[in-house]
């Protein structure tokens, strides 16, 4: 059992496979919470200003010359709206949007009778499209390219594969690791999104957005101090507005104005730059034990009583993109803006990291010292 609760920021633990499979039913509360506060067309989708501005275009083109549009992938970290996109690409279509995963599609077969199943202009999505079976790969191929699927009949040296037409469609896919997609399935599609993190005033709009439906009063700096602790991230903006309101409906007037929100999120653990306990009790620990590294992850583990794995795929990428933790050939190294943020005095002599590749550790280990003896 992990001491602490990741639940506030989202952030996968455990066996990955199981958290970031779609299931089909909507047994999660969150699942249901969000389905609530996704938007429905691309006029309410907040952000991403590339990546709407071309799916419109692409969108609009496909309308007026009365075909499905080009295939679209939509790539980036969890929770920043590749579902939401997907599912408005189907509502501004005016076509209905079947929904898998790559995970849940077991046998080609399964794929050939969904294939088949679509009517004209469908939008079938694809969710972790990267952890499709080989074979369905295969076959989604000939799918996406000719709109036909190869139905084999028999067993053996027997078989025999007949083609059979199906319905134009429009696939979405949907990955949070692209780089894992092969190079014949990315080549096929036609408009591939790359998802950014939002800016602090985009998830403020988020947050309006979603504080109007959940029937919210929230102020525009109650807003700001939210924003500011979600990570970039829609999902956890949305996340934090929740248990926020909870704190703001029973500890004062239900009102979400700075002080609430700075009350509620402390009491929440999430500091203002949205590090959870786990994330500082990281850093605690690479600093106050290691005087600030490198320490290999695995130690780093033990020290938080963690799983190395959890350490490196939940902590780390958030910590590295703050800018507060290094990956380096030796190890884990705190950056100045790390020992600035727990408030403790950089080491005389600061921090050598000009001199450490930001490389993931067995990259080309560096025989470089990171600190002078
Ligand atoms: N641009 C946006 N505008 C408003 N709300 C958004 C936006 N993007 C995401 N959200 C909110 O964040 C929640 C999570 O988004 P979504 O499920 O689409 O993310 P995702 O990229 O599919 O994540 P995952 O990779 O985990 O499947 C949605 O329920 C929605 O409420
Ligand atoms: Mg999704």
């Known amino acids: 059992m992990s001491s602490f609760d990741r639940s506030l920021t ?15 039913q909507a047994g999660d509360e969150e699942r249901v919470v969000e389905s609530a506060l996704r938007p429905h067309s691309l006029h309410d989708f907040i952000g991403q200003p590339k990546v709407a501005r071309q799916l419109a275009l692409v969108l609009e083109g496909a309308k007026r010359r009365g075909r499905p549009p080009d295939h679209v992938l939509l790539s980036g970290p969890p929770g920043l709206g590749k579902t ?8 501004e279509l005016g076509t209905a949007v079947k929904i898998t995963s790559g995970p849940a599609i077991e046998r080609s077969g399964d794929l050939a009778a969904m294939l088949s199943n679509l009517a004209p202009g469908d939008v079938l999505f694809i969710d972790e ?12 191929y000939m799918a996406m390219e000719d709109f036909r699927v190869d139905v084999v009949v028999g067993k053996g040296p027997g078989a025999t594969a007949i083609p059979l037409d199906i319905n134009p469609f429009t696939l979405v896919g949907a990955t949070t690791r692209a780089g894992l997609l092969t190079g014949p399935l990315r080549d096929r599609f036609g408009f591939v999104g790359q998802m950014e993190f939002y800016e602090p005033a985009e998830l403020q709009q988020v947050l309006a957005r979603s504080a109007d ?16 602790r979600s990570r970039g991230t829609p999902r956890i903006a949305n996340r934090l507005l929740r248990r926020v309101r909870d704190y703001a409906e029973v500890e004062a007037d239900g009102r979400v104005t700075r002080e609430v ?6 009491l929440y653990d999430v500091d203002h730059l949205g590090l959870d ?3 500082r009790a990281v850093l605690e620990a690479l600093v106050g034990k290691f005087g600030g590294g490198p320490v290999g992850v695995a130690t780093l583990a033990v020290a ?7 350490v490196e795929e939940v902590c780390e990428p958030f910590l590295v993109r703050a ?5 380096t050939p030796r190890g884990r190294v705190a950056t100045e803006a790390a020992w600035h943020h727990l408030g403790r005095q950089v080491p005389r002599g600061g921090i050598p990291l000009g001199r450490v590749s930001v490389d993931p550790p067995g990259a080309g280990a560096s025989a470089e010292p990171l600190f002078d003896a």
């Open 277 to 279: 306990r786990l994330d």
């Open 323 to 327: 800018g507060l933790l290094a990956r």
């Open 304 to 310: 938080v009583g963690e799983e190395p794995h959890t």
């Open 261 to 266: 929100a700075e009350a509620a999120l402390a």
């Open 84 to 91: 939401s996109l997907a599912l408005i690409i189907g509502s």
């Open 129 to 140: 499209i990267h952890r499709i079976a080989r074979p369905a790969e295969e076959l989604l």
């Open 10 to 24: 989202g952030e996968v633990s455990g066996d990955l496979g199981q958290e970031w499979a779609v299931s089909p």
């Open 213 to 228: 439906l959940l029937g919210v009063e929230l102020t525009d700096e109650g807003s700001a101090e939210i924003a500011g």
